[in-house]
């Protein structure tokens, strides 16, 4: 009967948010929708593209070494040549906060009409699985270009969603 108990007890407990997770303990905010979102099924972006609507999940995108990515704009913080960097334009249809939360570690700037757009959040966690770190931006409802530097990897996971 104790053993009955336990095994409903712990099935009607509610999963540990990202946040929670001893692994992710440095977050500084509830993160655990955008990391279940990094750790699910990708859509295949190569550096460069465009596309027409905002994804519905996160993106894999495509990165390319440093000095090969051609950057559209001067990133905010100096690409290392030993790492990769890329870009993508997708729509944005509602103004607003949004959260541009990425697998791995590497630079995020979010570009509007040519002007870099500043962050007005940002947290991570290196130990968090899956999840490196997630940035807060303040985007118009217009296209925006997300370009990612200095990443380790020649792949990157990004989740753009709407911040709380």
């Not at 905010?29 to 996160?58: C, I, V, Y």
């Not at 541009?100 to 959040?121: K, L, M, N, P, R």
């Amino acid at each position: 009967m104790r053993r009955l108990f336990l095994f409903a007890l712990a099935f009607s407990l509610p999963a540990l948010p990202a946040f929670a997770d001893p692994a992710c303990g440095k977050l500084a905010w509830p993160l655990e929708h955008e990391r279940a979102l990094l750790n699910g099924t990708l859509d295949a972006f190569a550096s460069g593209a465009t596309r027409k609507a905002m994804p519905p999940r996160a993106i894999g995108v495509l990165l390319v070494p440093s000095d090969k990515a051609a950057l559209p704009y001067p990133a905010g913080k100096p690409a290392d040549a030993a790492k990769f960097s890329g870009y993508f334009t997708v729509p944005v249809t509602t103004a607003g906060d949004y959260l541009v939360s990425a697998s791995s570690e590497g630079w995020i700037d979010a570009v509007q009409d040519g002007v870099v757009v500043a962050s007005t959040a940002h947290t991570g966690d290196s130990d968090c699985p899956g999840l490196r770190k997630s940035v807060r931006f303040t985007l118009a409802a217009k296209p925006v270009t997300l370009e990612i530097s200095s990443a380790p990897g020649s792949t990157i996971a990004i989740a753009i969603t709407p911040a709380p």
